[in-house]
């Protein structure tokens, strides 16, 4: 099992920058490839970017790609989500999580495949 924990969350006017980071603790978590979902109120948890285990590939929803980085140091057991030109969409709570296993990209964004989460960290982006 592995134990995530989110943080950075916050208030943030529209076009400002804000970075996620989830330490990740427990079984060899800097084997398992991860990603950062989020869920605004009343909507499906959201796909928003996965990272391999190594951090050579990350894949993006489309909503997000050119305006967020994920990245990953495994010295640290840390993953981070780097959110610039944040729009007042981008309000949610956003989810850490770690797959421990083998996963295809296309698994990646889906949160079925994702065995740990992170108790989510809350952006709220102001107009």
């Known amino acids: 099992q592995v134990q995530l924990v989110e943080s950075g969350g916050g208030l943030v006017q529209a076009g400002g920058s804000l970075r996620l980071s989830c330490a990740a603790s427990?079984?060899?978590?800097?084997?398992?490839?991860m990603g950062w979902f989020r869920q605004a109120p009343g909507e499906e948890r959201e796909f928003v970017a996965a990272i391999s285990w190594d951090g050579y590939r990350t894949w993006y929803a489309d909503s997000v790609k050119g305006r967020f980085t994920i990245a990953r140091d495994n010295g640290k057991n840390t993953m981070y989500l780097q959110m610039n030109r944040l729009k007042p969409e981008d309000t949610a709570a956003y989810y850490c999580?770690?797959?421990?296993?083998?996963?295809?990209?296309?698994?990646?964004?889906?949160?079925?495949?994702?065995?740990?989460w992170g108790q989510g960290t809350q952006i709220t982006v102001s107009s």
């Open positions: 999580a770690a797959a421990t296993g083998g996963r295809s990209e296309w698994q990646l964004r889906s949160s079925s495949n994702y065995d740990s």
């Open positions: 427990g079984r060899t978590s800097s084997s398992y490839p």
